[in-house]
């Protein structure tokens, strides 16, 4: 046997050696491919990825395609868009594969970090990495490729350099840069999440009695990102400051549901009950590096959900993916000989922890299936242009994506008329601000009209509900009203009632 013969069996004996090793993380991945397939759109996402189809074909942000975030959000579905055109799949297709590669690249810079500073030892990445894809491939459900689900993959890198210095760690500068430019993506995505980046910093410098910590470099660059960002909107797109931001602060970020159903969801018992457990198996251990870090990190989320009070699942998923995290790692942390029902306790700790994750997966995978509404516009018209009289987002979307149509509304529903009459019911006005908000629901109902004059869709889409009835409130307008003669009831599918443009009209 040659010496080349003799390192070709070297070789396949240290892929056959690896190979246990790595199957777990295969089956997680093909398992959240699988995941792609049958579960249900996101209605997010897929509002994004048409409105950045329309800034790529020219149009302009906050005035042809209206949206209450900043420009980040947005910007995050354009590479996929962009890839779809490129290579000939859907942008959901090439959106899917880019996040699922983005959380691969981010587990693997944190355990490359966590393994430089000696805190994972070789033997325990593979497992880690398995238990961390689990939280940012399998459990985001639904959610998937939302905004706090790219922003929790962003921000891991920075987690496991918050973890290695509040162990008395000195991270390399690659990965501190790395860390801190993840940070900063993080808050520009949604510029709440500071609170995540400043409980896990606080953290760490309680851990090492240092509050040098609050200052180190990647902290540094995530700030500097997100005061650029701003000045970025400031000078690219001042309409974002006068035009978006004031109809969002009056009529969209006060609504928020009332405070005892918002208590009743799922995600603050389950996250309270995921930490309640956490802290049977690991005692005031819970509060020491890494554990404490990282839960730290989940408060900080809490915290966003809880001040945004909008009772939506994906919303909480940052939260509960980290708290998962955090458990399964107490679970193979704890001892069976030092407890006194032995292997019978960590037996229903391990049955506790999956039944917390299913029932986590099963609230982020919370949506209303409407394809049936899809395959009856299909029916109508190829490429039939849409849009729609509702508040709620997921009346148009996925749907017009569904139906192979085309959306040519500005604003992806009426939400700023929805805050204002929810104001406006709930609340007792001063005369300056009622008017305020009566301008704004008629610039709504005027954008709304304009869209049907000029574009002319040959559906209509009119959602059903009990406390707003949209049909009435559009032709309480005469232009808005004269604009909907040209449509007839076509079909009614649960809530949704299909308007379509009768012939030669």
């Known amino acids: 046997m040659t010496a080349r013969d003799v390192a070709n069996v070297r070789q396949r004996l240290a892929v056959s050696a690896a190979m246990p090793r790595w199957l777990p993380m295969l089956a997680i991945v093909v398992v959240a491919v699988v995941l792609r397939i049958f579960l249900l759109a996101n209605v997010d996402v897929s509002w994004f990825i048409t409105i950045a189809e329309k800034w790529v074909d020219g149009q302009r942000l906050y005035v042809d395609i209206v949206d209450v975030n900043p420009p980040a959000s947005m910007f995050l579905y354009v590479v996929p868009v962009l890839l779809a055109r490129l290579s000939g799949f859907s942008p959901e297709f090439t959106c899917d594969a880019l996040v699922l590669l983005s959380a691969g690249l981010s587990i693997w810079l944190a355990a490359r970090i966590l393994l430089d500073a000696k805190l994972l030892a070789p033997g325990q990445a593979w497992p880690m990495a398995a238990l961390t894809a689990i939280a940012l491939m399998i459990v985001p459900a639904w959610g998937f490729a939302e905004r706090e689900h790219i922003a929790l993959i962003a921000f891991l890198p920075a987690l496991a350099v ?243 149509g085309i959306w040519v509304g500005r604003a992806c529903a009426l939400w700023l008329t929805l805050g204002v009459e929810t104001r406006r019911s709930t609340e007792t006005l001063d005369p300056q601000t009622d008017a305020r908000l009566r301008a704004y629901e008629e610039s709504d109902r005027s954008m709304l009209t304009e869209d049907i004059a000029s574009r002319r869709p040959d559906v209509i889409l009119v959602q059903i509900m009990k406390d707003i009835d949209w049909l009435a409130w559009a032709r309480s307008d005469p232009a808005l009203a004269e604009q909907l003669q040209s449509y007839r009831a076509y079909m009614t599918i649960g809530d949704v009632l299909i308007l379509r443009r009768a012939e030669g009209r």
């Open 162 to 404: 918050s973890v290695v210095r509040a162990k008395g760690g000195t991270p390399n500068w690659p990965m501190v840069v790395i860390a801190g430019l993840g940070a900063g993506i993080t808050v520009i995505i949604k510029p709440q999440f500071a609170t995540a980046q400043l409980c896990m910093v606080v953290a760490s410098a309680l851990c090492v009695r240092s509050w040098r910590v609050v200052f180190a470099v990647e902290n540094w660059i995530a700030a500097g990102m997100l005061a650029a960002y701003g000045v970025l909107i400031l000078l690219a797109y001042p309409r974002f400051f006068t035009g978006a931001l004031p109809p969002v602060i009056a009529a969209y970020i006060p609504i928020k549901e009332e405070f005892f159903s918002f208590l009743m969801h799922a995600a603050l018992p389950l996250w309270a009950a995921i930490l309640l457990l956490i802290r049977r198996l690991k005692g005031r251990a819970m509060f020491a590096p890494p554990i404490g870090v990282v839960l730290a990190a989940s408060v900080g989320f809490c915290v966003s959900y809880v001040v945004q009070q909008k009772g939506w699942p994906y919303q909480s998923y940052p939260m509960l993916a980290l708290a998962l995290l955090v458990l399964a790692l107490a679970v193979i942390d704890s001892d069976p000989a030092e407890s006194r029902s032995g292997h019978s306790s960590q037996l229903v700790a391990v049955l506790a922890a999956a039944l917390m994750a299913a029932v986590t997966f099963f609230w982020l995978n919370i949506a209303v299936d409407r394809t049936a509404v899809a395959a009856a516009i299909r029916q109508i018209k190829p490429h039939a242009k849409m849009l729609a009289l509702s508040a709620d987002i997921s009346i148009g979307h996925p749907i017009v994506r569904q139906a192979g």
